[in-house]
């Protein structure tokens, strides 16, 4: 069992910078790979950033070169750098974690990003 919760979201003007944190606790000796989601209003919720315990990242097409992932695995955190936000990020951020055997994600109650003026 692996738990998740999300912190960092909040208001940001365009082109400001946000961070967020996802704090996991429980058997995460089952996880290999963490990442990002987000959901806006009227829209499926989408893959943003995924990340390896090794460290090996990958990206949407949408945030490639603005937005950062990153992890701290002794200390079972997880991290999403957002630089040049525009009003397009705006959305609930969703940490996931995947469970290697019998394939489950487990998922954050999220934190919601508006990015407006």
């Known amino acids: 069992q692996v738990q998740l919760v999300e912190s960092g979201g909040g208001l940001v003007q365009p082109g400001g910078s946000l961070r967020l944190s996802c704090a996991a606790s429980?058997?995460?000796?089952?996880?290999?790979?963490m990442g990002w989601y987000r959901q806006a209003p009227g829209k499926q919720r989408e893959l943003v950033a995924t990340i390896t315990r090794s460290g090996t990242p990958t990206y949407a097409d949408s945030v490639k070169g603005r937005f950062t992932i990153s992890r701290d695995n002794p200390k079972n955190m997880l991290f999403l750098q957002m630089n040049s936000l525009t009003r397009e990020d705006t959305a609930v951020y969703y940490c996931?974690?995947?469970?290697?055997?019998?394939?489950?994600?487990?998922w954050g109650q999220g934190t919601q990003v508006t990015v407006s003026s």
């Open positions: 996931n974690a995947r469970r290697v055997a019998f394939p489950y994600n487990y």
């Open positions: 429980g058997s995460m000796l089952s996880i290999n790979v």
